[in-house]
């Protein structure tokens, strides 16, 4: 599988080399690459944005630039495109699995006030947002998807971690986890953790789960099928 970005801030996309997904591009279960369109700009000056027409404040992003960049890392329509967008569909668990599993995938980045539609209109697939309220621009959103979707990729999470039930995925909250010591600034790990019984520790985990669910995502509960 390979991620493709394009961003005029591909620095931003370095975060994605530490921990799980860092060692998933080192260990070439997913290529990950980082395209600036500004390198594709046929301005003079590398310009990629524009005043709007119409008038408004600020600035939003010119076609060709982006046009050419999308042109050049896929152009046989192979990749799945997506446009991080305020206006798109929120990212869900469910997505994430799909994406994990839609071959090569294109991300494009707008920043400042936006993408001039006819880029929009030409090259994306999908439209894709992370929730309601405002960001600067798509590069977060991508990395949150990103890293979302790369943990259902096999291989990407270790066969220990794989095999956990975890939030949202089996739409229940964690239970609370401890590690040592046994008694922390006077807080001691619960008993029944150390007893040994596993009957009784996985009862107990299903029961805090069920709890911290009802109380804080009543809605996760409801939505259960
Ligand atoms: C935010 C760009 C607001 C444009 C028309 C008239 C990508 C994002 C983003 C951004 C506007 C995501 C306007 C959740 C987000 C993103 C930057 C509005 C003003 N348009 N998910 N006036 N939140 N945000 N432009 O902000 O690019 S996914």
């Not at 896929?74 to 991080?84: A, F, G, K, Q, V």
């Not at 990212?91 to 090569?104: F, H, N, R």
């Not at 089996?170 to 010591?181: A, D, K, N």
Request: hydrophobic content about 35%; some cysteine; proline content about 4%.
């Amino acid at each position: 599988m390979t991620i493709n970005v394009l961003t005029l801030f591909p620095e931003m996309f370095d975060a994605l080399k530490h921990s799980v997904t860092g060692r998933a591009f080192d260990g070439e279960i997913v290529n990950f690459r980082a395209v600036n369109i500004r390198d594709y700009s046929k301005n003079k000056h590398f310009k990629c944005d524009d005043y709007p027409y119409g008038g408004g404040a600020g600035m939003v992003m010119t076609p060709q630039p982006i046009f050419d960049a999308v042109q050049a890392v896929d152009s046989e329509h192979s990749c799945r495109r997506i446009y991080l967008s305020p206006k798109g569909g929120t990212l869900t668990a469910a997505k994430a699995k799909e994406l994990s599993a839609c071959g090569d995938l294109l991300f494009l980045c707008g920043h400042y006030e936006g993408v001039d539609q006819r880029a929009i209109d030409l090259c994306v697939d999908e439209e894709l947002s992370v929730g309601d309220y405002v960001l600067t621009g798509g590069e977060l959103a991508a990395m949150v998807t990103i890293d979302a979707l790369m943990r259902f990729v096999p291989g990407v999470l270790g066969s220990e971690q794989s095999a956990v039930d975890e939030s949202f995925s089996s739409s229940s909250l964690e239970y609370p986890q401890y590690t040592r010591p046994r008694v922390f600034e006077g807080l001691k790990v619960p008993e029944v953790l150390v007893s040994g019984h596993h009957e009784n520790v996985e009862k107990w985990r299903r029961e805090q789960s069920r709890k911290i669910t009802a109380l804080r995502r009543p809605d996760l509960i409801k939505n259960e099928t």
